[in-house]
Antibody
Framework: QVQLVESGGGVGQPGKSLRLSCEAS????????MHWVRQAPGKGPEWVAVISFDGRNAYYRDTVEGRFTITRDNSKNMVFLQMNGLKTEDTAIYYC????????????WGQGTMVTVS | DIQMTQSPSSLSASVGDTVTITCRAS??????LSWYQQRQGEAPKLLIYSVSNLKSGVPSRFSGTGSGTNFTLTISSLQPEDFATYFC??????????FGPGTKLEIK
C-alpha cells in the first residue's frame, strides 16, 4: 500500500524550531521530487517546499525561504522539513506529498501533522 | 506567482444533482490543472489531472474541462460521499505551485 506518514508536529513558540519527518512505504521516493504542502485552518493548501530526486536541489516559497530546510534520505525512504524561526503564520497542517511528473500532480499525500505556533 | 480563484466558495446541492465548479488562473497555465477532493479531517486526494484525466479509481461522474485560464469541474448524479471541499491546483512552468481557495459542496 502506497503511503506517506508524517510526524513531528506540535506546539512551538515563535522563534523556535520544529522538525517534521515523512516516511514513505509501498514505493521508493528516490524516483520522485518530494514536497511539503501546508494548509492553515479553513484555507486552501499552500505549497511550501520541494526537493529534487537526489536531494541536490531544493526550492521554497518566499515566506519560508531562509527559515525552512527540506532534506531527504532515500536510503530510509524519508523526507524532512526543518522549521526554524517559527512565526504564528506558520500554523497549519503540514502534508508531505509526492509529485508525479507523468501527470504533473500531487498523487500521494500523507495524513498531515499539525503545527501550532503560539 | 500564478493566482488561482474558484467559484462559488460554497454550494448546496442534493443527492442526484449535477454541479459545476469553476477555477480561474491569473495567467495561462495551458492544461497543467488538477482537481483535488478533501473530506473533513482528511488529506486532499487527487481526482483529475491535466484538466480532464481521471485518476485510476475515480468515478466517471467526475469530469473536467478547460484550458488556458478557465477550467471547470462537473460532478454528475451527486452521491453522499461527494459532499466535500474541492480545490484546483496549477503546476505550470515554475514554482510556486498554487491551489485555489476551495469550494465547499454541502448537502441541501
Amino acid at each position: 500500500q502506497v503511503q506517506l506518514v508524517e510526524s513531528g508536529g506540535g506546539v512551538g513558540q515563535p522563534g523556535k524550531s520544529l522538525r517534521l519527518s515523512c516516511e514513505a512505504s509501498g514505493f521508493t521516493i528516490s524516483r520522485s521530487p518530494m514536497h511539503w504542502v501546508r494548509q492553515a485552518p479553513g484555507k486552501g493548501p499552500e505549497w511550501v517546499a520541494v526537493i529534487s530526486f537526489d536531494g541536490r536541489n531544493a526550492y521554497y516559497r518566499d515566506t519560508v525561504e531562509g527559515r525552512f530546510t527540506i532534506t531527504r534520505d532515500n536510503s530510509k525512504n524519508m523526507v524532512f522539513l526543518q522549521m526554524n524561526g517559527l512565526k504564528t503564520e506558520d500554523t497549519a497542517i503540514y502534508y508531505c506529498a509526492k509529485f508525479e511528473l507523468g501527470v504533473s500532480a500531487f498523487d500521494v499525500w500523507g495524513q498531515g501533522t499539525m503545527v501550532t505556533v503560539s | 506567482d500564478i493566482q488561482m480563484t474558484q467559484s462559488p466558495s460554497s454550494l448546496s446541492a442534493s443527492v442526484g444533482d449535477t454541479v459545476t465548479i469553476t477555477c480561474r488562473a491569473s495567467q495561462s497555465i495551458r492544461t497543467f490543472l488538477s482537481w483535488y477532493q478533501q473530506r473533513q479531517g482528511e488529506a486532499p486526494k487527487l481526482l483529475i489531472y491535466s484538466v480532464s484525466n481521471l485518476k485510476s479509481g475515480v468515478p466517471s461522474r467526475f469530469s473536467g474541462t478547460g484550458s488556458g485560464t478557465n477550467f471547470t469541474l462537473t460532478i454528475s448524479s451527486l452521491q453522499p460521499e461527494d459532499f466535500a471541499t474541492y480545490f484546483c491546483q496549477q503546476s505550470y512552468n515554475t514554482l510556486p505551485y498554487s491551489f485555489g481557495p476551495g469550494t465547499k459542496l454541502e448537502i441541501k
